[in-house]
């Protein structure tokens, strides 16, 4: 699979990467053997970026990983990990001492000495202009626990602030089809200052693959039911803050657009990696099938011009007054 660079560290990554949220927590139940099926999957179709985070499920998300490349020496996978969120989101919890014992947790959850790539969790907005916040990142990399640090945001003017750090090697932000507001200044932004773009939420927790109606219910323990109108955490993390019936709706016109041999899933993957300036995209996966998918479709051929534009013009009609005004 096609590589890109995360250009201020000098790390590489597959353009498609795995999320692994659902392997802790808020996606229903998803078993060990089937978090390791998925694992094996990914990393068979050529997946060399797993990320994950302290808080999914608690650090099982982290410790899943963890066992399955113990057992895989040889394999090169580029593990990113976050943290920040398992304390109350005050600025001032934001500091040294924290960064070191959150990391020391990570470390021994994945069972490594020093962290690929180390995100704050979509920290309260005053923590991107704080710069002690980054003088103790400088710290952890000086120290030799993290290799780079980078930020996970919700909004574009958070992703902005932090690009123009100069040790932010990475920004991850939520890119898709229904969320197209990034395109026009975080992804230049971070072309030109050679920051990596890790691209979440790319299939609007499922809306995009065209498989849900109106009726479709979540378990109780779903973020797509708990967390519809931010409740638990940021609105837009979930269906990427579109409404869901608005979503259903715009997702079958979505799926209509997609060429022969390729699912309405690919689609919007295929779409997320065309864009100028995407290192890589995390889609989530519950299944080996869904893992391998989301694997083909950087193997598929380029959208026309035609389909990019009638996505776009899906997008204008029907989403960007829901979403851009917030994020």
Request: hydrophobic fraction near 40%; proline fraction near 5%; include cysteine.
């Amino acid at each position: 699979m096609e590589e890109r660079s995360f250009d201020r560290s000098g790390q590489h990554a597959s353009v498609i990467g795995l999320g692994t949220w659902q392997l802790g927590a808020d996606w229903g139940d998803v078993d060990d053997k089937a978090a390791q099926a998925v694992l094996e999957a990914a990393a068979e179709a050529g997946v060399t970026f797993f990320d994950t985070a302290d808080v999914y499920g608690d650090g099982r998300s982290e410790e899943t990983i963890a066992a399955f490349l113990r057992g895989r020496p040889d394999l090169r996978v580029m593990v990113a990990t976050k943290m920040g969120r398992r304390v109350d989101q005050l600025p001032e919890n934001y500091v040294l001492d924290n960064f070191r014992a959150w990391n020391d947790r990570s470390r021994r959850n994945l069972g490594v000495d020093v962290i690929d790539l180390v995100q704050l969790h979509c920290p309260p907005t005053p923590v991107y202009s704080t710069d002690e916040v980054f003088d103790a990142l400088d710290t952890l990399v000086a120290e030799e626990r993290i290799k780079a640090y980078g930020v996970s945001v919700e909004t574009c003017a958070e992703a902005l602030t932090a690009i123009a750090r100069p040790g932010v090697a990475s920004v991850q932000i939520i890119l898709n089809p229904f969320r197209m507001k990034p395109l026009r200044e975080v992804l230049p932004a971070a072309r030109e200052a050679g920051v990596g773009i890790i691209a979440r939420v790319p299939l609007a927790s499922g809306l995009l693959s065209g498989k849900y109606t109106r009726d479709t219910v979540f378990a109780a323990n779903d973020h797509r039911t708990f967390n519809r109108h931010g409740e638990a955490f940021d609105q837009g993390e979930t269906f990427s803050g579109v409404d869901f019936t608005t979503g259903v709706e715009a997702a079958a016109e979505f799926a209509a657009l997609a060429p022969e041999g390729c699912t309405p899933a690919q689609l919007a993957l295929r779409w997320i990696v065309q864009q100028p300036g995407v290192t890589t995209v995390i889609p989530g996966a519950r299944s080996p099938e869904q893992a391998r998918a989301n694997a083909e479709a950087a193997r598929l051929p380029e959208l026309s011009d035609a389909t990019l534009g009638a996505i776009t013009e899906l997008y204008e009609r029907r989403i960007k007054d829901q979403v851009e005004s917030r994020w």
